[in-house]
């Protein structure tokens, strides 16, 4: 009778390789996101309803303003300090660079362009609420100079606010100035247009555990070493 058995699988203690247990590192994209991560929702109807929403309130309250006051007529609201003055402003936002109507005309037209382009891909609500102020601001001043007097391209913007020593402005220029500082503030926090934040990655999910990996080692060599000696 032969003592030979048959030899006893010990594939369950073959050592593993290194590394082979570990999970896969999920991968992410050049924005941050993780690959199976969606993305944030397109922005650019929110721009364009902000954007509506100030062009149509800049156009009426322009109409009562030409309708109800006559310039050089001004009507105190808080005294001398807050006024309503029906000026025509041939120049840019309160009331700088006059005499240069026609150009101030093309960059408007060149920013309502930019930022339309920009809000297909807009992915941040921020940055969708403060180029909407921009857009719809821009959008009030192009129509004053393409329709109002004298002609197309050279039309004076219709001006009515007046607070304190503050230039004579509407409301297309409250929403530009408001709307640019909004994006300088984000540019300046590291808010990106695609809803990402500059220098705040995943960095928790990157972390490693340096101290689980070698305190397993060596409670397995410790138990091969009493293994031996017995």
């Known amino acids: 009778m032969s ?3 048959p030899p006893e699988d010990n594939s369950a203690d073959k050592a593993v390789p290194p590394g082979d247990d570990a999970e896969t590192p999920t991968p992410t994209t050049d924005s ?17 309803i902000i954007a509506a929403v100030l062009l149509g309130l800049d156009l009426l309250t322009k109409t009562i303003v030409v309708a109800r006051l006559t310039p050089g007529d001004p009507v105190p609201i808080i005294g001398d300090f807050a006024r309503l003055s029906l000026v025509r402003n041939p120049g840019a936002a309160f009331s700088m660079a006059t005499g240069m109507t026609w150009l101030l005309t093309l960059v408007a037209a060149a920013v ?9 891909t807009l992915r941040s609500l921020w940055w969708a609420i403060g180029l909407g102020m921009v857009l719809g601001g821009a959008l009030g001043n ?4 393409l329709f109002r007097a004298p002609g197309p391209l050279q039309g004076h913007v219709v001006d009515f606010v007046a607070i304190g020593w503050w230039p004579v402005f509407n409301v297309a220029d409250s929403s530009i100035v408001c709307g640019a500082i909004l994006l300088v503030v984000l540019t300046v926090f590291g808010f990106e247009p695609d809803g990402t934040r500059t220098g705040r990655g995943d960095s928790a999910g990157s972390g490693a555990e340096p101290d689980d990996e070698p305190s397993d080692n060596g ?12």
Do not use: F, M, W, Y
């Not at 409670?219 to 017995?230: D, H, I, P």
């Open 32 to 48: 941050g996101r993780t690959a199976d991560q969606p993305a944030a929702p397109l922005r650019l109807r929110t721009l364009l």
């Open 219 to 230: 409670a397995n060599g410790a138990a091969s070493s009493k293994g031996n000696a017995a």
């Open 3 to 5: 003592d030979d058995r």
């Open 142 to 145: 192009l129509v004053d100079r």
């Open 112 to 120: 309502v362009i930019g930022v339309i382009r920009i809000g297909r």
